[in-house]
């Protein structure tokens, strides 16, 4: 598309003229601009991301009150290191926020809940439980 105007990309892509041309000249985009006043680093969110994809991969379901756990340690390690002690309090909406900023880890959280029902529809293991059951009575 070269030489196509910032006018029609903008026009065809559904996007502000002027945003184009910001970031031509190097401008940065929303989250770049606002990654200052995030309570942990990109690397910290990084590795929290790695931590429950590891935990998933061993079998662990990676629960919401593990990664908020982790988390705040994090951020209480930055809030020491920078003398800052704000940054060590996680808000209310945290959690969820981060999650929506990493979709990969949504489906993590989501597939433990899906192999469950599977192993509860398993046929023999449904029978194994009835006949248990029955021989209890």
Not at 65 to 92: C, K
Not at 108 to 129: C, E, M, V, W
Request: aromatic fraction near 8%; proline fraction near 4%; include cysteine.
């Amino acid at each position: 598309m070269e030489g196509t105007s910032f006018r029609k990309l903008a026009d065809k892509y559904g996007v502000s003229s002027s945003t184009l041309s910001d970031r031509e000249r190097g401008g940065l985009t929303r989250q770049q601009s606002h990654a200052h006043e995030q309570k942990l680093t990109p690397a910290m969110e990084k590795a929290l991301e790695d931590w429950c994809k590891k935990l998933d991969d061993w079998g662990f379901p990676p629960r919401m009150d593990l990664l908020r756990a982790m988390a705040g340690a994090l951020a209480q390690i930055r809030a020491e290191e920078e003398e800052d002690p704000e940054l060590a309090h996680l808000g209310q909406h945290w959690l969820s926020n981060f999650l929506n900023c990493h979709p990969s880890l949504s489906a993590k959280f989501s597939t433990q809940h899906d192999r469950q029902r599977a192993y509860g529809d398993n046929i023999p293991t449904l029978k194994g439980s009835f006949a248990k059951l029955l021989r209890l009575i």
